[in-house]
């Protein structure tokens, strides 16, 4: 590569990376607390339908997500990403003018796809343009620090968006489609940088591909606890969200709580970069803790204790990825960085198939207290042995590299 070409490409880097904060704010559902709410109110939802609707937005990302990535890693970051606001500006659009639970349905289809189109080409793009830079290094600081801008400015958006439910249901949703519009219109100055794509295809999975994968006893049995560690970050959300329309919160209202937990995920951001100095093992272990706050805070019924775990968990869970995404491309270095980072999500969407369902079951026969405190010890049981299968994973693989 010429001197030239070498500075164009830099400076695309830089551009890359400073854009990418757009791409976090725009990216977000500026009409996410009041979901559950719309449907259910709009629509005649029930509890189970709003756990069904879930699992459908789940099953089409386990389908697309692994394929979305590929073709981010085999032909552009940076139109995967334009295709998913696209595709969620649709979906949005679905929401404000559906007159049946069909269109919800197709709506949550539509938006699925479009996060999958969406879902790790940012973060490639991002290592991409660091490798350009010779800084992969500071890939969780830079990311943390872009979240935490994006949470910031997320905090007015989410606060706001949400108010305007009073003054007519539909405009949050539309507001959530000028939101993708200008994630689209950033994405139009960002550009794929110089990079070794991938020389051959991902082979075709066989019997024999999948034994070999079962022999590495690790691996499975980690991959299959971290989905249930992360489905159950954002499996129970709607459940929450209805609970505290329950302990007295008005619907307009919850974006300013969402908004709390924008602002202190952007004070988080400034430092939770650090987290990546722990231990593998001590991570997960703050992982699992942060999880467990809101089940507790439910099962107790102060509405005080369950809005400051929200906000907490909610903060942490915008960076918990970061840092296990750190690791994995560190640990298992690929030209098919998208297609790892899909697959990171593709074992939560795995887990997020049954579990909205039989949260939403739970809740609906013990009530809001009860069943997600019954969800919270189902979390204090999975974690230690989720804990142990990763500590075990990155001691072999550590070994291997040595």
Known sequence: MNKNIASVQLKQANRNVHLYVFVKIFAKRVFLPLSAIYFIDNFGFSLQEIGLLAAVFAITQLIVELPTGYFADRFARVTSIRIGALLNVCATLLYVFAFHKSGIFLGQIIEAIGYSFLAGAGEALVHDSLEVRKDTKDYSKILSKAQSVSLLINAVLIALVPMTYKIDPRLPFLLGSCAYLALFTFAMFMKDVHRDKPTRKLSR???????????????????????????????????????????GVRPELLGWIFAAASVFGAILGLVVYRLRNLSFRNYMIVDCLVLLLPFLAAYTGSLVFLIIS??????????RRIIYQDHLLTLYPTNYKATLLSGMSNVEQLNALWMPIAIAFVVAHYGFNVGLGIIGLFTLVIAPIYIYAGTRLIRQRTRQLQ
Do not use: C, H, Q
């Open 205 to 247: 999975p066989t019997s024999r591909s999948f034994k070999v994968l079962l022999a590495k006893k690790n691996i499975v049995t980690f991959a299959i606890l971290f989905g249930v560690i992360g489905a159950l970050y954002t499996a129970p959300s709607d459940m929450f969200n209805l609970a505290l329309r329950e302990f």
């Open 310 to 319: 929200l906000v907490i968990t909610m903060a942490f869970w915008r960076y």
